[in-house]
């Protein structure tokens, strides 16, 4: 785990953080720290915010959905102020089902 850009702890094995890593291999070090930055631009986060906060309070008038919503099996829990609001409206709930291509799957392995 990388504590900060100079320091990284087996804390599997190390919990209390005493015996610093980066030390002992500074060569191990510089390649977590590219791979964190590499992962970082494959997943789309950056430029780093650490406005924390305040950042939060500045984006759900601005990310709320208008109209349309959807959610993705495996999504984490999706805080109240970035969701559609339903009250005191109509609304419908759509799902899509593969039933023809399990169908199919089935009648084939009978």
Not at 83 to 88: A, E
């Amino acid at each position: 785990m990388i504590r900060t850009l100079g320091s990284f702890y087996n804390v599997a094995e190390d919990f209390s953080e005493t015996n610093d890593l980066a030390t002992r291999d500074p060569g191990r070090l510089r390649e977590m720290i590219e791979r964190w930055w590499s992962e970082a631009g494959r997943y789309n986060v950056l430029p780093l915010d650490d406005r924390g906060v305040i950042r939060s309070l500045e984006q759900p008038a601005l990310n709320r959905p208008r109209e349309v919503v959807t959610y993705y099996p495996g999504m984490p829990s999706v805080p109240g102020s970035n969701m559609l609001n339903f009250r005191g409206r109509s609304y419908t709930i759509m799902e899509r089902i593969r039933f023809f291509a399990w169908f199919r799957r089935r009648r084939a392995l009978e």
